[in-house]
């Protein structure tokens, strides 16, 4: 049953950006950190990036490092993940996870086993 919903994929040229969303239940969104993945066409699923629940730290992939940043608003219950300078590798559909933890739990989940509920995904796609 898929839990959370992504929003804000589509179509832009390279070195565009994008802003996708990922709303989640207060039940899942307030106890979990909130990871990115992606999966381009014939290839694993990856990750992207994580907020940790507290929201006071975030990892990257280097592939996006300094180009991507996640956010997180508990008020709307949304995890944000902002796209600049995009690039043709980057085309992929974006899937959007949570992992339950507890509040001070700061480790950097990569590992897309970790993660307990998913998005249906959205598809990015960067035109060179």
């Known amino acids: 049953q898929v839990q959370l919903v992504e929003s804000g994929g589509g179509v832009v040229q390279a070195g565009g950006s994008l802003r996708l969303t990922c709303t989640a239940p207060?039940?899942?969104?307030?106890?979990?950190?909130m990871g990115w993945f992606r999966q381009a066409p014939g290839k694993e699923r990856e990750f992207v990036a994580v907020i940790t629940r507290s929201g006071s730290t975030t990892y990257y992939s280097d592939s996006v490092k300094g180009r991507f940043a996640i956010s997180r608003d508990k008020d709307s219950n949304t995890a944000f993940l902002q796209m600049n300078s995009l690039k043709s590798d980057d085309t992929a559909v974006y899937y959007c996870?949570?992992?339950?933890?507890?509040?001070?739990?700061?480790?950097?989940?990569?590992?897309?086993?970790?993660?307990?509920?998913w998005g249906q995904g959205t598809q990015v796609t960067v035109s060179s």
């Open positions: 207060s039940r899942i969104f307030g106890r979990s950190a």
């Open positions: 996870a949570a992992k339950p933890t507890i509040l001070s739990d700061n480790r950097h989940f990569s590992d897309s086993s970790d993660y307990a509920h």
